[in-house]
């Protein structure tokens, strides 16, 4: 099996305006999918992330650090998960949440690269 990272992107603000019913109802449905996936033994992780943070930029003698925000959209959270090929791990990524609950939800399925074949070199990884 490959390993591929979905990354989940949504307007910066996107809840704001839910009912606290139905965020609940969204933070069930995620439950739900993420044990699916685990049962499927697909899912090594997912976490959301918090609306806090920095980016650091520029070059090793001149870095830049600022909010994380400054764009509308940003990354709510990851999953990192198996799956034969980008074809099962793009409808695995379809039956995501996000898009039952939100009209602006975005998600980038990349492959992973676990070794470098030019020098050998296997990534770390706990799992």
């Not at 139905?22 to 918090?50: T, V, W």
């Not at 920095?54 to 870095?63: A, V």
């Not at 990354?75 to 898009?99: M, S, T, W």
Request: charged share 30%; proline share 4%.
């Amino acid at each position: 099996m490959k390993e591929f990272m979905f990354m989940i992107r949504n307007k910066i603000n996107h809840q704001d305006s839910w009912s606290a019913e139905h965020f609940n109802k969204f933070l069930k449905s995620c439950e739900f999918y993420i044990e699916d996936i685990k049962r499927e033994g697909k899912l090594i992780s997912a976490q959301p992330f918090l609306k806090e943070g920095k980016i650091i930029s520029g070059t090793f003698h001149q870095l830049n650090v600022s909010p994380f925000n400054e764009s509308d959209e940003v990354q709510v959270g990851y999953y990192h998960i198996r799956a034969e090929n980008l074809e099962e791990a793009v409808e695995i990524a379809k039956r995501n949440p996000e898009f039952s609950f939100s009209a602006t939800a975005r998600i980038e399925v990349r492959p992973i690269k676990t070794k470098e074949e030019t020098t050998n070199y296997n990534y770390p990884n706990e799992n």
